[in-house]
T-cell receptor, first 114, second 116 residues
Framework: GDSVTQMEGPVTLSEEAFLTINCTYTATGYPSLFWYVQYPGEGLQLLLKATKADDKGSNKGFEATYRKETTSFHLEKGSVQVSDSAVYFCALSETTGANSKLTFGKGITLSVRP | DTGVSQDPRHKITKRGQNVTFRCDPISEHNRLYWYRQTLGQGPEFLTYFQNEAQLEKSRLLSDRFSAERPKGSFSTLEIQRTEQGDSAMYLC??????????????FGPGTRLTVT
């Protein structure tokens, strides 16, 4: 079945540091890929998405590129802020039929210190 | 629109009791999903509704679990004879939708269940 593997955490960075969070996936078809974020005390929010190979999703300074050859969708940000402290989940969806259920990785906690 | 709401936010129950959770999706959304998230894990799909029809159930959804969406609006998830292993965060999400396309899923804040 489909699966998503995220790098082990937690990750602690200083403000303005460069961020990379690794994500690889296994899927039978051609999934859409997503990064979701959960800020403290809030629900899951879609951060960015990419629906086909070589697409780059971007939002709030975060970027991720859909790499079909390496089955990866790594999240990057050039300069993190304290407000980026949250839990980040990589996910995929295979839109077969009507069900667009999401398959999530375990998530990784990012803490950014001033 | 106030987003997806879930009630209650927290539930503590004793093993063997029945519990019911409610999810109110965004009003124009015809798709509704239930997920379960345990500590240190990502959410796992439980079941999915298109309007009032329950179209898919995960094998995680044992026969003690039942979900309904009677009028295609709010949904309930009931767990009968709760077990300690049912302790988790239960998440609801809704989206618009048409077959073969992905529409963003909007998540509620979740119901945290603790079975003692």
């Amino acid at each position: 079945g489909d699966s998503v593997t995220q790098m082990e955490g937690p990750v602690t960075l200083s403000e303005e540091a460069f961020l990379t969070i690794n994500c690889t996936y296994t899927a039978t078809g051609y999934p859409s890929l997503f990064w979701y974020v959960q800020y403290p005390g809030e629900g899951l929010q879609l951060l960015l998405k990419a629906t086909k190979a070589d697409d780059k999703g971007s939002n709030k300074g975060f970027e991720a590129t859909y790499r079909k050859e390496t089955t990866s969708f790594h999240l990057e940000k050039g300069s993190v802020q304290v407000s980026d402290s949250a839990v980040y989940f990589c996910a995929l969806s295979e839109t077969t039929g009507a069900n667009s259920k999401l398959t999530f990785g375990k998530g990784i906690t990012l803490s950014v210190r001033p | 629109d106030t987003g997806v709401s879930q009630d209650p936010r927290h539930k503590i129950t004793k093993r063997g009791q029945n519990v019911t959770f409610r999810c109110d999706p965004i009003s124009e959304h015809n798709r509704l999903y239930w997920y379960r998230q345990t500590l240190g894990q990502g959410p796992e799909f439980l079941t999915y509704f298109q309007n009032e029809a329950q179209l898919e159930k995960s094998r995680l959804l044992s026969d003690r679990f039942s979900a309904e969406r009677p009028k295609g609006s709010f949904s309930t998830l009931e767990i009968q004879r709760t077990e300690q292993g049912d302790s988790a965060m239960y998440l609801c999400a809704s989206s618009q939708g048409a077959s073969g396309s992905f529409y963003e899923q909007y998540f509620g804040p979740g119901t945290r269940l603790t079975v003692t």
